[in-house]
């Protein structure tokens, strides 16, 4: 019984390190439960427990950013993960590829794409717009808006379509007469 218990533990955390290689840019904490709980493959309180493991063994590493733990697998665990990958099972593997496949520019984009608003007081929203490379931002926009509904909408549409928003803002600032 004990056996069969630390190999399940084994694959539950190589399968932590097969997503965070796949992926290939650092997940926040978020991401990575919503990969595995869309995918039915660990709850959430042992892939917590998995997650810290893997960082405390210094298979997974962590970074800050803006308040943030973004975490991404070390060079120690690309060794480990080419050691046994292959005790995934390839149902798992492939359902986590397709995952990977269908997901991954979504979930790049959100790291690329910041849109958030905040009340300032009754009748003024500030509205919070960037598009990053890395740490650096290609445009950053501060609006104040008069309603809740007008700021979640600026912010939808900024997730939905920042890099053509982006466009027109600088064709018309070029081509202004």
Known sequence: MFEKSSNEL?????????ILSKMEIPLSN????????????????SLQQYLHELKDANLVSSIEEEG??????SPKGITALKYFENRIPSGTKDSLDVYVFENR???????????????????????????????????????????????????????????NIYSSIIESLINHS
């Open 10 to 18: 084994a694959i539950n955390k190589l399968y932590i390190l097969y």
């Open 68 to 73: 943030h733990s973004l975490f991404s697998i």
């Open 105 to 163: 520019e979504n979930i790049l984009r959100d790291r690329e794409v910041k849109a958030e608003f905040k009340k300032i007081k009754d009748g003024e929203f500030d509205v919070k717009l960037q598009i990053l490379d890395g740490k650096i931002p290609y445009i950053n926009i501060d609006l104040k808006v008069p309603t809740n509904k007008t700021a979640k909408t600026i912010c939808d549409n900024w997730k939905e379509d920042a890099s």
């Open 30 to 45: 978020s991401q990575i439960i919503n990969i595995f709980m869309e995918n039915d493959i660990l709850d959430y309180f």
